[in-house]
T-cell receptor, first 115, second 114 residues
Framework: SQTIHQWPATLVQPVGSPLSLECTVE??????LYWYRQAAGRGLQLLFYSVGIGQISSEVPQNLSASRPQDRQFILSSKKLLLSDSGFYLCAWSAIDKIWGTEAFFGQGTRLTVV | GDSVTQMEGPVTLSEEAFLTINCTYT??????LFWYVQYPGEGLQLLLK?????DKGSNKGFEATYRKETTSFHLEKGSVQVSDSAVYFC?????????????FGRGTSLIVHP
């Protein structure tokens, strides 16, 4: 079966420090991969998505970047965190072929607090 | 582009009350439709789905019917429990640009009192 791992679960970082959140998927190949951010009491904001290795699409300009160094690995990074980067970050994957269903499967999330 | 609109929350109900959370969508193609549930501090879990018109998705007493004529996918449950308290997201995926990027509504918070 397919599983998705996202870590760390909780992170407290000072303003100006770097960030690296990692997400890996098991049990599937060539998935679509996504990073979402959820501010307190708000909906999901799609930050980045990837349809293949090295292919990254950014949905909103911001202080963050994403990379996909391997087929089932998706990394969210920042060189210098801002207070406004605080939030709940969710990684997700979905199948690239409608035959296998197109629902998204989510990791457990990372609660990032920038202080 | 594609979009999902769902009713503002929070929705506050007493235990055993009937639940409806409205969801409507716009899509350029023929999307699949989903409801997700998010419990506090957790990621989203797929609750149910429907892939074509008039399909009814169901799970854990929740139901939603894919209504193409009204572009709606309303979530219903006949008798809610305190454990149903969570945030519910309506979503769709559509073949846009060759990929099925999911589009989510803003979420509706459900609070069930004993």
């Amino acid at each position: 079966s397919q599983t998705i791992h996202q870590w760390p679960a909780t992170l407290v970082q000072p303003v100006g420090s770097p960030l690296s959140l990692e997400c890996t998927v098991e049990g599937t190949s060539n998935p679509n991969l996504y990073w979402y951010r959820q501010a307190a009491g708000r909906g999901l904001q799609l930050l980045f998505y990837s349809v293949g290795i090295g292919q990254i699409s950014s949905e909103v300009p911001q202080n963050l970047s994403a990379s996909r160094p391997q087929d089932r690995q998706f990394i969210l990074s920042s060189k210098k965190l801002l207070l406004s980067d605080s939030g709940f970050y969710l990684c997700a994957w979905s199948a690239i072929d409608k035959i296998w269903g197109t629902e998204a499967f989510f990791g457990q999330g990372t609660r990032l607090t920038v202080v | 582009g594609d979009s999902v609109t769902q009713m503002e929350g929070p929705v506050t109900l007493s235990e055993e009350a009937f639940l409806t959370i409205n969801c409507t969508y716009t899509a350029t193609g023929y999307p699949s439709l989903f409801w997700y549930v998010q419990y506090p501090g957790e990621g989203l879990q797929l609750l149910l789905k429907a892939t074509k018109a008039d399909d009814k998705g169901s799970n854990k007493g929740f139901e939603a019917t894919y209504r193409k004529e009204t572009t709606s996918f309303h979530l219903e449950k006949g008798s809610v429990q305190v454990s149903d308290s969570a945030v519910y997201f309506c979503a769709l995926s559509d073949r846009s640009g060759g990929s099925y990027i999911p589009t989510f509504g803003r979420g509706t918070s459900l609070i069930v009192h004993p």
